[in-house]
């Protein structure tokens, strides 16, 4: 019997992974998740063979809960989940301690396979994403500026770069307009700039939006 936990704060999305685990393990019981909180105490309270985990959840992001769980000693394996593209969050996860890294656009059968081969003790990243690891590898002009950035400044630059408002990324994220704000000093002052329209230059420039 598969123990498996989603994290997840959209149900629409939780139902369709449910449906697709439940297709093809037949002896599988399944948590579900839709805060930061609810994971971690779910993790706690019970015995998970697997955590699928989304990167967006309200305030404390997935990497957020990573990082704690990783701290707190939490051994279980961990997939990623994100709208965003690999490149861009999976390095940082498998950097914290994640099992694997999948966008939530890949086939059913990419995150089966992702999901057994993490069961089975192994680590998962899709084609795709190993070949742009290896490039980076590869690459000798130094890291960018972004890459100092801790977990949520780099979200919150991202989200700058699409255009939100302080006020709105504050919403998104559940978190105080002052702490937004705190986030953007911080990012004016590592990536060295003054201005809104400098760090979306700046995004779009690194393939960052």
């Given at each position: 019997m598969k123990r498996i936990l989603i994290g997840d704060d959209h149900s629409v999305v939780r139902r369709g992974l449910i449906e697709i685990l439940e297709?093809?393990?037949?002896?599988?019981?399944?948590?579900?998740?839709?805060?930061?909180?609810?994971?971690?105490?779910?993790?706690?309270a019970d015995n998970w063979d697997i955590l699928i985990l989304d990167v967006n959840l309200p305030g404390r992001s997935g990497l957020d809960v990573l990082a704690d769980l990783?701290?707190?000693g939490a051994q279980l394996p961990i997939l990623m989940l994100s709208m965003h593209p690999e490149d861009q969050f999976a390095l940082r996860a498998l950097k914290a301690g994640a099992s694997g890294y999948l966008s939530?656009?890949?086939a059913s059968d990419?995150?089966?396979k992702a999901v057994k081969k993490i069961l089975e003790g192994g680590k998962y990243v899709s084609p795709a994403l190993?070949?742009?690891?290896?490039?980076?590898?590869?690459?000798?002009?130094?890291?960018?500026?972004?890459?100092?950035?801790?977990?949520?400044?780099?979200?919150?630059?991202?989200?700058?770069a699409n255009?939100?408002?302080?006020?709105?990324?504050?919403?998104?994220?559940?978190?105080?307009?002052?702490?937004?704000?705190?986030?953007r000093t911080r990012l004016l002052e590592k990536l060295r700039m003054k201005t809104n329209a400098e760090l979306t230059r700046y995004g779009i420039e690194n393939k960052l939006v």
């Amino acid at each position: 019997m598969k123990r498996i936990l989603i994290g997840d704060d959209h149900s629409v999305v939780r139902r369709g992974l449910i449906e697709i685990l439940e297709d093809e393990f037949k002896k599988v019981t399944i948590g579900e998740a839709a805060t930061a909180a609810e994971v971690t105490e779910k993790v706690r309270a019970d015995n998970w063979d697997i955590l699928i985990l989304d990167v967006n959840l309200p305030g404390r992001s997935g990497l957020d809960v990573l990082a704690d769980l990783r701290s707190a000693g939490a051994q279980l394996p961990i997939l990623m989940l994100s709208m965003h593209p690999e490149d861009q969050f999976a390095l940082r996860a498998l950097k914290a301690g994640a099992s694997g890294y999948l966008s939530k656009d890949s086939a059913s059968d990419e995150l089966l396979k992702a999901v057994k081969k993490i069961l089975e003790g192994g680590k998962y990243v899709s084609p795709a994403l190993a070949e742009k690891l290896a490039m980076n590898l590869a690459d000798n002009s130094g890291n960018a500026l972004h890459e100092s950035l801790s977990d949520r400044e780099f979200q919150v630059l991202r989200m700058i770069a699409n255009g939100k408002t302080v006020g709105e990324i504050a919403e998104t994220l559940s978190l105080s307009v002052k702490t937004i704000s705190t986030y953007r000093t911080r990012l004016l002052e590592k990536l060295r700039m003054k201005t809104n329209a400098e760090l979306t230059r700046y995004g779009i420039e690194n393939k960052l939006v």
